[in-house]
């Protein structure tokens, strides 16, 4: 076999596989376009919800999404608000204290978003309520939030996904996080919806049938609860539902830095949830599990902005090499750029975005830096350090 055999045998496998993840990114992007037609009708009945703030040195914004919270039209006898604070000052303490809240002060040696929802789900009444709703110390939401979640339990959808986005978009990193996080929106929860699959969870926004939550949350042990929750509902055949028209307002990561621990904790997530879940791919698909053997097929991509670097670093490589072959990998590069293009939403196409892509080849060398770096980090609870809280007119 000859050098060039080698090489040309190694570029159609390397093209396959990276071709196939930009051809299933593809097609979830354009059915995300598809329009809903089913809107879920009002409910002949309020369900009960219990409200769940983990909240590990949130001083900083607690207080405000709290506020915010109670500011629901839902009635105030059916739903309850409890802040699990782990390390918070006294003076958010005693602020806390004087709002209609359930407080639980919890001092674990080491925090994780898991323990502080077990905690709560130890302490709490086992027969108060219908859903658990999930959220971010940061978190903002609607008046009606409540309401759209309670229709849509009505109906039958026993987990369901809110549409997180961005809170801020005061620099250049936030809006990159905040694009990033829309087209995850665009693609694995409106795209996949649209296919009747479940939307991915996101770690906050989400509500969950209180019953399966409190017998399922004992069994995450990692960082990536999100990820656990979602192979645990995904392995019993449970839909999860996304709801694009109820909003949950989310503070965006302003530094480099901190996009940096944040992403190398989720890509460590991924791929130890690939790890350890790979085994069931093949039952998956013969019990016809697709929901389930669809999520192991995403946790086997790599991250858009790595899978987008290397597919122009092959171009690049091959065209003194074979223009051929190089022509091929510049085609992959530009159905790919045309995907993330028909997934951004247009509210984020700014002139202050088009500045901001000029971080992107930084990120994209953070984001390579990260795969060497991802050894205990889905076990280590990384801490996302926010900002001042923002006013209503601050949203987008």
Request: charged content about 20%; hydrophobic content about 45%; overall charge neutral.
């Amino acid at each position: 076999m000859t050098l060039y055999t080698i090489l040309d045998n190694i570029d159609s496998l390397c093209f396959f596989l990276l071709g196939t993840s930009v051809l299933y990114l593809f097609v979830f992007a354009l059915l995300s376009h598809i329009k809903r037609k089913d809107i879920y009708p009002a409910a002949g009945k309020l369900h009960r919800f219990v409200i769940l703030y983990p909240a590990y040195k949130e001083d900083r914004v607690i207080g405000n999404a709290i506020s915010n919270f109670l500011e629901q039209d839902y009635p105030k006898s059916f739903y309850d608000v409890v802040v699990i604070s782990d390390q918070m000052q006294d003076d958010t303490i005693n602020r806390l204290k004087s709002m209609p809240v359930t407080l639980m002060e919890v001092h674990f040696q080491q925090s994780s978003k898991a323990k502080a929802m077990q905690y709560a789900i130890e302490n709490l009444d086992k027969n108060t309520y219908d859903m658990v709703v999930i959220m971010d110390a940061d978190n903002t939401v609607e008046p009606n939030f409540l309401h759209e979640l309670n229709k849509a339990y009505h109906s039958g959808c026993l987990v369901i996904q809110a549409h997180r986005m961005a809170k801020n978009l005061n620099t250049d990193t936030a809006i990159l996080d905040a694009v990033s996080e829309e087209i995850n929106n665009s693609i694995f929860r409106k795209g996949h919806v649209r296919l009747g699959l479940s939307a991915a969870l996101i770690g906050s926004g989400m509500a969950i049938d209180f019953q399966w939550f409190k017998k399922n949350i004992f069994k995450l042990q990692t960082a990536g609860e999100d990820k656990e929750l979602e192979a645990l509902l995904l392995k019993e055949n449970i839909f999860i539902e996304y709801l694009e028209h109820v909003n949950v307002y989310d503070e965006k990561t302003q530094k480099d830095s901190t996009f940096y621990n944040q992403r190398r904790r989720w890509l460590s997530v991924q791929f130890h949830s690939l790890a350890r879940s790979i085994k069931d791919l093949p039952s998956a698909i013969f019990d016809g599990k697709w929901d389930y053997a669809d999520k192991l097929l995403q946790w086997m991509m790599l991250p858009r902005i790595i899978l987008l670097g290397v597919i122009i670093l092959f171009s690049l490589i091959l065209l003194p090499i074979n223009l051929i072959w190089a022509i091929k990998w510049w085609g992959l590069a530009l159905l790919l750029l045309v995907t993330l293009s028909i997934s951004v939403p247009d509210y984020l196409v700014t002139e202050h975005f088009i500045k901001a892509m000029k971080k992107i080849p930084k990120l994209f060398i953070l984001m390579v830096f990260n795969l060497f770096r991802l050894k205990g980090a889905n076990k280590k609870f990384i801490h996302t350090e926010h900002g001042q809280s923002f006013k209503k007119e601050d949203k987008v």
